[in-house]
Every structure is written in structure tokens, then in C-alpha cells.
């Protein structure tokens, strides 16, 4: 016997497969889902230099502290980003993310490659922990920090 889609959609296996699969498409975000958006949205506009999404983005009283051990200031890291092609490429990779009360942590490995005044590019590998906290408008990085992965790459240090 040949099986139509019909006749298979028509199956009771099929029937309450779909309906899950529609119950869980119109489920709310989970709020780690919301966090992990976040995350990606910074990522997007720290690689565009998009000004106006990473003020939206990033907390007032922001700690950013690179592997080097500076640290930047909203002002300061908006100066270097702000519309600037700061990077080459900026990838997070499998960021992890747990949401606890109003607070998000998120770890992750950064591969990046930075533009140099000189033309050339650096690309670096860092391990790196950032802290978000939830306001009324949404998710804001309130305190990053990282640590330079060695083996070949360079130190993304300013």
C-alpha cells in the first residue's frame, strides 16, 4: 500500500506530532532565550559599529575589561565602536547562558580578528564571562571580562 501525505498527516502519530510542534512554535521566549538574543545583538553591533544598538545595549555604569586587564567605560568603548569597522570578524561561540533573578551570565569563547591603523588585521581567541542585568527596555551588559586563549593567536591586548 503506497502512503499519501494525506494519509500520513491523517495518522494518530502525525496529528498529535503537529499539534506539540504548533503548541511549542507559539510558546513565550523563555527568559534565557531572551538573554541569548541579547548576546547576539551585541555581537551584531559591535561587528557593525552600530552606535545606536550598543547604547541600547550596554549598561551606564558598564565594566569591560579586556584580557589585558584595562578596562572601558560606556564612553570609552562607544569611542572605539561607534561607527568604526573596529572589527573583521567577531564571532561568540556557543555562548552559554543562565538567567538567575534580574541578573544573566553568559560564558563563552570570542574568536575575533581586529582592523589595525596599519591595514593589517590581528585575530585573537579569548575565553570570556559577561554579566547582563534585566531593565524595564530590555537586556544591558553591565560587566564583561577575558582571558587570552593561547595557541597561535595573537593577544588582543590594547
Known amino acids: ?4 501525505r494525506r494519509t500520513a498527516l491523517a495518522s494518530p502519530g ?3 506530532l503537529s499539534t506539540s510542534l504548533a ?3 507559539s510558546a513565550k521566549p523563555t527568559p534565557t532565550a531572551g538573554l541569548a538574543a541579547a548576546v547576539e545583538a ?9 552606535g545606536k544598538a550598543l547604547r541600547h545595549l550596554i549598561h551606564d555604569r558598564i565594566d569591560y575589561m579586556h584580557s589585558s586587564g584595562g578596562t ?11 561607527g568604526k569597522t573596529f572589527f573583521a570578524d567577531l564571532q561568540f561561540v556557543q555562548p552559554a547562558c543562565e538567567v538567575i533573578g534580574r541578573n544573566g551570565l553568559v560564558k563563552m569563547t570570542v574568536d ?7 591595514g593589517k588585521t590581528r585575530p585573537s581567541r579569548l575565553k570570556v564571562q559577561q554579566v547582563w542585568t534585566r ?11 577575558s582571558v587570552l586563549i593561547s595557541g597561535g593567536l595573537q593577544p588582543a591586548c590594547r
Open 23 to 25: 503548541a511549542t512554535a
Open 135 to 145: 531593565e524595564s527596555d530590555g537586556w544591558k551588559l553591565l560587566s564583561r571580562s
Open 14 to 16: 502525525v496529528g498529535a
Open 1 to 4: 500500500m503506497e502512503l499519501s
Open 42 to 50: 551585541l555581537r551584531v553591533a559591535m561587528l557593525a559599529g552600530d
Open 112 to 118: 575575533q580578528v581586529k582592523n589595525l591603523p596599519d
Open 72 to 82: 572601558q567605560t560606556k564612553a570609552n568603548l562607544l569611542s572605539d565602536l561607534d
